[in-house]
């Protein structure tokens, strides 16, 4: 993790360099130079003899990044565009190389394993060394994830002009690895549906930007998109249609796309609340199921939750949650938690009779109840995570290594670190994206996002993990994640909603905070238009007058 | 137009139809019966003897028709979408037939020619009668720009299901004109540039919902991407790159696709501010060109405004608006007048040694400069159309059928109704379709949208036309058009930001206002579906769950 006063000592050294133009996160430490080199036509990367039997992904990535090289075809965002950095690229050595090696010891494991580790287990660690005489190019790490995270910052080196492919900076040394170890993005697909090919557009931006965990909030009360086996049925009769279904086999698919780019997939089935759609297939597990007003009953339509006083929902729960958990290689596992509705138990006759038949209290319940469902997803060898009430409105008994996203605000962060949890922060305060397009309920007018404002990136990039924090806290924070809850969202504008936004968390929680906007802005533009020469919608910033002019469009300028 | 205690009564006679489900703009007359009809194999669209040699943008109106009724298949938006359709529409009688036809003594004049006459002498009525028993369908008006909407009507009363095309709703009798002839939407394309097929995608789609006018705002300061004859120049130098310039090929373009639809275009060239731009082919016209700190010299970076006490100047000025009112066939033009900064003016040495030696106010000057170039574009036919400044804030003298936009506040049209000028609706604080995304000014971390918040559909569609006007007032309302300003926009958002809101005001000002939004909901899902089946990424207004049950997502509910 991050000490409070490595960070201090970290932010210090980065002013000291002046930072590549185009790269996103910014490396944790970066010499570079001002010498031109193009790429040669007969470039090719080179997997020497540290790797054996180079991993099926590891060669991928390798025939992926050789892609990028060739149609990122990026002009470099300065007035003119490449067309000012002619005479650098002219008669510049040309790089014919690159080489990826591995340390000494290291073993070779597939990307995808080395990212499905622990998030703390995981070596992201990479050394990029680009000399400025064309002599070869070498990238170095301890496991394949470093250098797939290396290889993604070598192509970000790149500007394009006139058929040429150059870099500006060489030579170049950076000495790469992540502040915190879990950098995410969180998507809902059950306010409204996105098909495979959208969340796999999504891993590949992700992992553009570094991030390594997606937090995919699979299910909720609206629809029931997924295929567990052994409960089939929950999306027969819960899914919007039968296209809108993620099989077992998408999920497979999803997590193997993820994999091969570094990235784990933490899948999250939300209990007991935002679970109305089971009540299609199970509805005797379902209380309150689509009762009205839904507003006395749930936070949005519609209502319903699981049954927790219910052996028989719990042990349903607890099944479900097991057999969803086989389906991921992940060592996390969200069974949610978040936005339990008193009134709906209270007016539930099933719930109020088991309670009153066993003499428990509704909190004693729930407890039993976390118990059950914990256990049967730790029996699979994950660690729970759930939203922060799990530990801040309840008196629950949770295993210790329980990892706990805080959502309700940043400032609840601290309450959780007292009670030893560790953290994701996915504040709703500066990581929602959703925010800020007005009320969706109908028949309001004047309705306005609950969570407004609008949360930019300015604003996300400002987000300090440690703040009322102690030191002796610090270590708890795991990262954080930018969030899209989709109810006003589609794959229609999925791109244009997330980037490049998300890329704010994913800078400071690889980089780590403290970052300058004005500095940073520059290098989201540049890793925005990369984006699109990649196919993905991100959106402009400013108008491009202001993007090709670093620093011109700042509010003092 | 539209007059306040007709409004009362029509609201009262809508209240008594139950509406189609998926018509967008609801018609203003509509009578419909609960028969199933399914479109034949064979349908086909007849243009009768009325209308001898029909123009080619009617006949290519009928050929889209025709597209659209076949590639739709659009599933009605209820629980089990089409398949609930099945008991009605099999064995229902088969329409095979719809008929064109213009009334006595119609001109046959192109559609295109029809839109482009001034918005107050368009007829853009129509009716459409479909028979319960399969016998022919009829639609008929008085000029071809009323067929092309009842076209439009016409694809909307269809739906798919098991490759079937049907409608539930013969008899259907519709009579139908707009409340109000302006109905348009603005897009600026110098803040960031769209390609013509950007610009022609958002055509279609505004003609889905029958409306107008496009208005468009082709340069501002941050570039000028259009081609003027005999101003080459300043697309040359002053657009971002060669590839983001709108040539008067494009331009032609751009007007005979808007026609062909029913659509006029409306140019502009914001004056005397808003004009940096100009400054890279001709520094000599603009003051305090690119001058820091921007905030001081102009809204936005980068500063720049036309010397307007300069005889050089106004008559550049003219010359340029006179070059490009020609490239446009509409009876409108918009000279701007928006922002002016006075800072920018006092620090400018040429215009105040100008104003000097003329012994001229700053406003005088001004007076001098707008008669000039309105002189100039009335000249070659056109009305001229100005932002509210140049009315409100200004002691000018303009000639009486000057049209102002109405921007800063919804409050100022009493006050430009009091000058007896007329009125377009595009009030900042209901339709400005980018505000509440963030500050996008550069250093800002806490900055947000200047015009907060979000403008949902839903508040956009409470808007009244009429609000704080006079009856005697009410006839100077021509009508109104959502905005979208692009420094945060671009290709990539264009249509999710766009679309399916600026559906509110093209109801508004098609039906009328004070429509329902619990009814409304219903309708803008099915009409936004409709056009994503066409290509449009409308996005999601709320979670799918919602969309397939009307009024279940209300906040009563």
Redesign the interface.
Known sequence: MFSKAGLVLFTTLLAAFAPADALWPLPRSLQQGSTALTLSCSFNITIDGTIPNAPADLQQAVTRTMGYLQNDKLGRLVVG?GSVDVDAYTNASSLSTLTLTLGQGAVVNSIATEAQKAPEARDEAYTLTVPSDGSGATLSANSTLGLTHGLTTFTQLFFYHNATTYMLNAPIQIDDSPAYPYRGFMLDTA???FPVQDVKRMLDAMSWVKQNMFHWHIVD???FPFEVPGYTELAQKGA??PESVYSAQDVADVISHAGARGIDVMLEIDTPGHTAAIAQAFPEHIACAYM????TFAN???AGQLRIASNATMNFTAGLLAAAAELSPSTLFSTGGDEINMPCYAADEPTQAALNATNQTFEQALNTFTQATHSAIMAKGKTPVVWEEMVLSFNLTLSNDTIVFVWISSEDAAAVAQQGFRIVHAPSNYFYLDC??????????????WC?????W??A??FDPLANLTDAQAPLVLGGEQLLW?????P??L???VWPRAGASAEVFWTGPGGN??EA?PRLHEVSYRM?QRGI??????????A?RP???????
Chains 1, 2 share one sequence.
């Open positions: 565009r306010r409204n549906f009360s609206q629809s919007y249609d009205t007003p839904w507003a949005e339509p519609p800020g397009a007005g009320g969706w309920v109908g028949a309001n007018p004047s309705g306005n996002s407004d404002p609008f949360k930019t300015q604003f990039y400002s989709t109810e006003q969202s589609g229609q504008n791109d244009s909603i906007i004005s802005l699109r919608n991100t959106i402009n910033l400013q108008p491009k007058w202001c090709l620093g011109v469009c700042d509010l003092t300028a």
